[in-house]
């Protein structure tokens, strides 16, 4: 038996989150990561090109590490830490107006295609939430094709949308925002059409489980915040599901990590 433990988080800038402490006992992110107990480690929102980022950062002992970088300095960006070396790694979708933000890494083990990215945020603009709607279709074009060949898929990462009502504090105050809009929303309706399974819906229905707070009114105090960031599995792999967390004791990030367990 083969058990793979897996995590993603967001960490809102990797060498601001290496700087502090990422939980109450003191914690140093390098040694978090470590000692985390993952075999896999999804991070987004990295904002650094490798070259600029210190040792401890890109050689976290025991890994193999591999990041996809915006062409913009402090911008978007995600990594893996792996125990085991992948059979093969493809940084980005392969279509350029996606890839020079960085955001895709396809990292292929031979139980399961781990396809984990950092979606972006439509809130700026009408052309940055036109920009996310094409990166959503280009994914699912993607990771349904892997699927249609016969690979076993598994998606991670900060979707940027909160899918359903139990997603998030206040459903109505928000409706009208890029994260919880109806084609955003319609989206992961999408992905689950596809047969792609949200994990954490395996294990509860409930709502109040959110990996995503707003910094400036201090909502993470009070567990105002929304679900935003995922682990997906397509419908082959949801027997190998043993269990899915959300880690909201680990700070150092407006998002917090989860996590996913699977056996084969």
Not at 9 to 37: C, H, M
Not at 64 to 70: D, E, G, I, N, V
Not at 169 to 181: A, C, D, M, T, V
Not at 222 to 231: E, H, L, Q, S
């Amino acid at each position: 038996m083969t058990k793979y433990q897996l995590m993603s988080w967001n960490v809102n800038g990797i060498r601001a989150v290496a700087k502090k402490e990422v939980d109450a006992t003191g914690t140093p992110f390098d040694y978090f990561l470590q000692n985390s107990g993952s075999d896999i480690i999804c991070i987004q929102e990295t904002k650094g090109h490798v070259r600029d980022l210190p040792k401890q950062i890109t050689h976290i002992p025991g890994y193999f590490s591999y990041f996809a970088q915006a062409t913009r300095k402090g911008y978007s960006g995600v990594a893996v830490y792996t125990r085991k070396e992948p059979e093969s790694v493809q940084i980005g979708l392969g279509i350029p107006e996606f890839d020079e933000e960085g955001r895709t890494i396809i990292a292929e083990y031979e139980e399961f295609v781990l396809c984990t990215a950092y979606f972006p945020n439509g809130g700026a603009s009408k052309e940055r939430l036109a920009y996310k709607l094409r990166y959503y279709d280009a994914f699912l074009e993607y990771v349904t094709k892997r699927v249609k060949a016969g690979d076993q898929v598994v998606i991670c990462g900060d979707v940027n949308t909160a899918h359903m009502e139990r997603d998030l504090s206040r459903p109505i105050e928000n409706q009208h925002r890029s994260g919880f809009l109806d084609i955003e929303r319609a989206w992961i309706d999408r992905l689950v059409a596809a047969g792609f399974i949200d994990t954490l819906r395996m294990f509860t229905s409930d709502s109040g489980h959110y990996t995503w707070w707003d910094y400036k009114t201090r909502a993470r105090e009070r567990n105002v915040g929304w679900r935003i960031d995922y682990f997906f599995v397509c419908e082959s792999l949801k027997d190998t599901v043993c269990s899915t967390s959300i880690l909201t004791d680990i700070t150092g990030s407006d998002h917090c990590p989860v996590t996913l367990e699977l056996s084969f």
